[in-house]
Nanobody
Framework: QVQLVESGGGLVQPGGSLRLSCAAS????????MGWYSQAPGKQRELVAG???????NYADSVKGRFTISRDNAKNMMYLQMNGLKPEDTAVYYC???????????????WGQGTQVTVSS
């Protein structure tokens, strides 16, 4: 069984920073692409930032220059450094990973349970 667990969310003032972490655990053979998604109330879940197994990254236009995605393959961890936070960044943030479980050749997508980020004064 595979689990993705996010941490690091919370309440922060506009202009502040947060660092989200995503820990993947379980019978994992290999993790391919990973990503952070956000979902604000009443809106669809959307990609914030993605990172490949070779550390190629992509970002939503709204976060370019403010957020930085990274990963530690040895620890099966992914991070999102969020700087210059704005009220419109308020959302539940989910991590996602495309991975192979041990003994399987099928690539599957797993999701974490989400962590709330609230930007407010």
């Amino acid at each position: 069984q595979v689990q993705l667990v996010e941490s690091g969310g919370g309440l922060v003032q506009p202009g502040g920073s947060l660092r989200l972490s995503c820990a993947a655990s379980g019978s994992i053979s290999r993790i391919n692409a990973m990503g952070w998604y956000s979902q604000a109330p009443g809106k669809q879940r959307e990609l914030v930032a993605g990172i490949t197994s070779r550390d190629s990254t992509n970002y939503a236009d709204s976060v370019k220059g403010r957020f930085t995605i990274s990963r530690d393959n040895a620890k099966n961890m992914m991070y999102l450094q969020m700087n210059g936070l704005k009220p419109e960044d308020t959302a539940v943030y989910y991590c996602s990973a495309d991975l192979f479980i041990t003994g399987s050749y099928r690539l599957r997508t797993y999701w974490g349970q989400g962590t709330q980020v609230t930007v407010s004064s």
